[in-house]
């Protein structure tokens, strides 16, 4: 699943290709979604242009103007660029093709991702209203992840997992955040401490960071947004390591399952 590091890659790879540029036209292959591609949708963006590309969470925004076309990569979706004469396959479900003759692809084999507009601010879309701080800014810290935490009798890696408390940190991050801050991921969310709060809200902010600078992480079908991949997953320290010797110490990493999601972690490193 794209988490935040490649939805921010693909926001790089694509942006200097399509900020400024006018779009010829929008096709939509299938409207069956996550929600129904809006109807109407390919006429409000003819002719539009693209001011600029910009990120919210796991949002993906394409300025142009006087609405936003908003796109969500949702479980299995990869948003690239192609050239006009690359035929679309099945599960390429949307294509936002730009005068200067490049296409902005979405291919989507789970359909769970969104192409959306919004008319005036983006923010104010009700998917995007709620969303809590965006991680790699100032408005996320351990004075907001504490007063967050020490309302919850969750597991802490759930609650670092709400969109509400902290914009898209999915799972493979919250795993290495948790290790690398020394905190048992099972931890009930309101016993950690606000000095392990701000040690958790920088283990985030490093842990995305370095995948950022690494392009992305490559998983299952997504490739960097100029068709490289990204070699992050190289660099994981807990996720998908389990039956490993942990790096730190050299003890077994263990996995278990929280929210159905699988959990990695060492039993020496990380502490209650
Ligand atoms: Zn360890």
Redesign the pocket.
């Known amino acids: 699943m794209p988490e935040l590091p490649e939805v921010e890659t693909t926001r790089r790879g694509l942006a200097p290709a399509v900020e400024r540029q006018r779009i010829r036209r929008a096709v939509v292959r299938h409207r069956g979604l996550r929600l129904p591609v809006p109807r109407g949708l390919e006429r409000r963006l003819a002719g539009a242009r693209v001011a600029a590309l910009w990120r919210r969470g796991k949002y993906l925004l394409f300025d142009c103007g006087d609405g936003t076309l908003i796109v969500h990569l949702g479980m299995s979706g990869r948003l690239w660029l192609v050239d006009k004469a690359t035929p679309p396959e099945k599960h390429d479900h949307f294509d936002l093709e730009f005068d200067n003759g490049r296409i902005v692809r979405l291919r989507d084999p789970r359909r769970f991702g969104l192409v959306l507009w919004q008319i005036g601010d983006p923010l104010q879309h009700p998917l995007l209203a709620a969303i809590g701080p965006e991680p790699l800014t100032p408005a996320f810290d351990g004075a907001v992840l504490h007063r967050a935490a020490r309302k919850r009798r969750a597991a802490i890696k759930l609650v670092l997992m709400d969109s509400h408390v902290v914009a898209g940190v999915g799972n493979i991050y919250a795993n290495e955040a948790l290790f690398r801050a020394g905190i048992d991921p099972r931890t009930p969310a309101q016993r950690i401490s606000r000095t392990r709060c701000d040690a958790l809200a920088a283990a985030v902010k490093q842990t995305l960071q370095l995948a950022i600078n690494a392009g992305g992480s490559t998983l299952r079908d997504y490739v960097g947004s100029d068709g490289r991949a990204g070699y992050f997953q190289d660099q994981f320290l807990v996720y998908g390591r389990a039956g490993a010797p ?1 790096m ?4 077994i990493i263990r996995e278990l399952r929280q929210a159905q999601r699988a959990t990695c972690y ?1 039993r ?2 990380q502490r209650r």
């Open positions: 942990c730190r110490c050299g003890a060492c020496q490193c």
